[in-house]
């Protein structure tokens, strides 16, 4: 007869594609994310948290080429409905914006940070659950709006320790883009989005893999050969000048009768903007396109946003699918090692732009809409990498215990400590080992323990050992150095309070 084994026991490891985050990494994200919230707020911008499920049909089509109502998404049917754990923000926004259209001011600024969910294969760095933090005004047509969610953009990455001169805010819109596209002559909706993937691979392939696939294909790594687009090489070209309008810094003089640029400009942007004007030809959305982004580098210029922080490049599309004007993209610009030491850039934290359709489908009705989305755990790590983050949280003060029948005096002292805004507790283990008391300390970071024997209270004093300086001194200190600085001092438990606060204050 088989032995019965009694229940299986569960494995202790978390769910393919998840992880956890522990103190320090919980203390930096909030850190870096109040900042944020307080540009925002600075900004006028008002908080909104929203659930974390919505329904599949709020969601919307989430992924390309998707004909599953789930796919994409950790999604459940409950009582003839989809509901879904939420991909981005960005949807239930739009879905707030019908849903409480009579209530909210109009336009409706709004920020959102939290965890999203998307049922994707994980891989190294890519997880199912991440953070982001979004901003978005609703209801505002204007310019303004796009250029002030960069400005604001600008001041949050800068805010956080992302010093200017480390980072890139690149402007473009989609308009223009849609007009050189006119000027070719590619009307069909396919091809047009074809040419928008390809575009979009330009990191990843190079110019000479993004003129291959415009044409007739090329051989990827792996040897497989990918279809092109199919345009020949003149449009080809045209394609491609387009791509390289950055790379003009001379001006072109503009078509006269046009009003709309300068006719000669040593600024990169306004040369860009010349450039372009001449790609979208006859279109009407193109030269509407121009005339938009050349408003929006007028009014960060006048606040002081040159090209040397915000930038006008073509090259950025955005591979979703419902941006409809200007599209824009912060990128890290400073060097990194990858994993096998070479040094590359960091690249892009942060992207969004204008998106006038997305309400419409719960309204039917076009409401507009821009915003941006902080990739969390990306511009983190960038802080990890400028040396920006604490590589450890600050523990709290460590009141030891030597006598369990003193247990109240114990408390008191941390009660003291606590009622004065420092951070500390009370060990809670097994106080017969003094050493593991300290070992614990040790363990959770703590910059100081508190000792009081039973002589020590006899005589109303504690000891107060500094466990930084004491680690410092065990490493480097000589003999003097140790005389002169002690790491443990003998105060009266009536000055423990304004001891602690100055050894805080030593160290920072």
Known sequence: MAKNKG????????????????????????AMLDRI???????????????????????????????????????????????????????????????????????????????????????????????????????????????????????????VGIERGDYVIRVNNRKVLNGVLASLGLADEEQQAAVLRTIDKLDKVGEAGVRELLGKGRLDASGAYIDGVGLDSEKTNIVMQYLNSRSVFDSISEPEGQGILPGSSADLNSAVLNNLRLLVGDSQEGFQGVRELMEFVNLLSAQGYDSKRIIIDPSVVRGLGYYTGPVFEAELTFEILDEKGRPRQFGSVAGGGRYDDLVKRFTGQPVPATGVSIGVDRLLAALAAKGRLDSAAQGPVVVTVMDRDRMADYMGMVNDLRAAGIRAEMYLGNPKNFGNQLKYADKRGSPIAIIQGEDEAARGVVQVKDLILGAKLAEEATVEEWKSQPAQVEVPRAELLATVRDILGRHG
Not at 10 to 24: S, V
């Open 37 to 159: 919230a307080a540009v925002y707020h600075r900004y006028g911008f008002d908080a909104l948290e929203t659930s974390a499920v919505e329904t599949v049909e709020a969601l919307g089509k989430f992924l390309p080429d998707v004909d599953r109502p789930n796919e994409g998404v950790f999604a459940w049917e409950e009582e003839g409905d989809w509901l879904a754990l939420r991909y981005d923000l960005t949807a239930p926004l739009a879905r707030v914006a019908a849903q409480y259209r009579n209530d909210l001011p109009s336009p409706y600024r709004r920020y959102a940070m939290g965890p999203v969910w998307r049922n994707e294969k994980p891989g190294p760095g890519r997880f199912r659950q991440f953070y982001q933090c979004d901003a978005d005004t609703v209801g505002a047509a204007s310019v303004a709006a796009d250029a002030e969610i960069c400005a604001m953009l600008a001041d949050a990455l800068e805010a």
């Open 7 to 30: 229940p299986r026991r569960p494995k202790a490891q978390t769910p393919k594609g998840f992880r956890d985050y522990f103190g320090a990494e919980v203390s930096a994200r909030k």
